[in-house]
Structures are given as C-alpha cells and as structure tokens.
C-alpha cells in the first residue's frame, strides 16, 4: 500500500497476556519508528530503527517491551505480562533516511485495551 | 520534564479568519520543529516543518514562525477552514544522536462555519 500500515488496528486483551503488534512501513523507507499515544497526552517515543539496528530503545518504559525489525521492512512490538498501564495507541512512523530531517509519516495506530 | 509544550488545550475559530497555534520548548539541542495534524482514529499527518537556521516557512495556507530566543514558534492558518478542524501537534527533533521526535500534548482546533 501507499501508507504505513498496522494491525491490528484493535487489540482487547487480560491483564497478563503478551502481545505482538505489526507495522508494515511505506516502502523504501529505511528508518521506523514506534510511539504510543496515551489517554489526553502528545505521542511518546518508544524505539527506532536504522535498517535492522535499533540505535535508540531509551523510550521502552520497561524489559516487558521489545521490539524486531527484519529484511528492513516490517517491525514487530511486543509487549509481555501486560499492565492497565499498557492501554494506549500504538503508532508507527516511517522516514525515507536519518539525519537529514525528513518528515515521519505515521499509520493509523494500534489501539491497544487491557481489561 | 515536559520538553515541548503547547499551552492552549483548545481553540475556536471562524471560517475565513487566522488560526494561530503556539508552541514552547525548554531544549537549545533541538534543530527540527514539526507540526502535525490529526483527526480522530487517524494516525497524524504531516503537515509543516521548518530547520532552526530558519525562521519562517510558508506552504499555501499554511506557514510556522520559528523565534530561536524566546524558543517559541507557532504555526499560522489563512484562511481556516471547517476542515481544518483536527488536533494540531507540534515535534521536535535534537540536533545529532537520535532521531526521535519530542512531541507536545496538542491543540484541538474547531473552524466553524
């Protein structure tokens, strides 16, 4: 497709369970990243990744979080032992290169809801 | 530490008339500054950037106003539009290291008619 695309677009899981949220970035574009948007707050940043390496993971509140990038395109975030605390918007971005302020472009996010 | 900050939650304008969304931020080290809009169960969509070595760029209705010594900048809308009617969200980028973008809590704008 023509955009940054993710899925699920809704997730309703217990407290406890892991979850495995996808992001298929535009194509071509090197470098993706992962916010999360939580009730009445701006985006938060998570991770990013260069090609298959993640330069910064400082945005990973906890060892629960983690997240792949393979062949250079799709990416993976994976959250285990879920928390309430959890329950946000999941958005990815991707940006044709690094460094030379290109802006990111967004999907449309993974709401993610733990009961 | 809130690193980016956009201090009007909300604002109304009408149709036909400016459109003027503030933003503050705290970090010299940014040299990036973006704005985003975005609709309900929308990812945000690119809308307007400008680099710190500048200190206006215009785009057709829109243009951002970027003052490196009150660390302030504000993105100006003319005409407005009902359609412009979205949550506006100013980022920032630091200069070197990392990429991410520092991003503010947001501005819902209502145009009306």
């Known amino acids: 497709g023509a955009g940054v695309s993710q899925s699920p677009s809704n997730k309703v899981t217990e407290k406890g369970k892991d979850v495995e949220l996808r992001c298929d970035p535009i194509?071509?574009?090197?470098?993706l990243y992962w916010y999360r948007q939580s009730l009445g707050q701006g985006l938060e940043f998570l991770i990013y990744?260069?090609?298959?390496?993640?330069p910064d993971k400082s945005g990973l509140p906890s060892d629960r979080f983690s997240a792949e990038r393979t062949g250079g395109s799709v990416s993976t975030l994976t959250i285990q032992r879920t928390q309430q605390e959890d329950s946000a918007v999941y958005l990815c971005?991707?940006?044709?290169?690094w460094g030379t302020g290109q802006p990111q472009h967004f999907g449309d996010g993974t709401r993610l809801s733990i009961l | 530490d809130q690193q980016v900050k956009q201090n009007s939650p909300s604002l109304s304008v009408q149709e036909g008339r400016i459109s003027i969304l503030n933003c503050d931020y705290t970090?010299?080290?940014?040299?990036?500054f973006l704005w985003y809009k975005k609709y309900p169960a929308e990812g945000p969509t690119f809308l307007i950037s400008?680099?710190?070595?500048?200190d206006k760029n215009e785009d057709g209705r829109f243009t951002v106003f970027l003052n490196k010594s009150a660390k302030h900048l504000s993105l100006h809308i003319v005409p407005s539009q009902p359609g412009d009617s979205a949550v506006y969200f100013c980022?920032?980028?630091?200069?070197?290291?990392?990429?991410?973008?520092?991003f503010g809590k947001g501005t819902k704008l209502t145009v009306n008619p």
């Open positions: 194509s071509g574009h090197t470098a």
């Open positions: 990744f260069q090609g298959n390496s993640a």
């Open positions: 970090n010299s080290m940014f040299d990036y």
């Open positions: 971005a991707s940006s044709p290169s």
């Open positions: 400008i680099s710190s070595i500048k």
């Open positions: 980022a920032a980028k630091g200069r070197g290291g990392s990429e991410k973008l520092v």
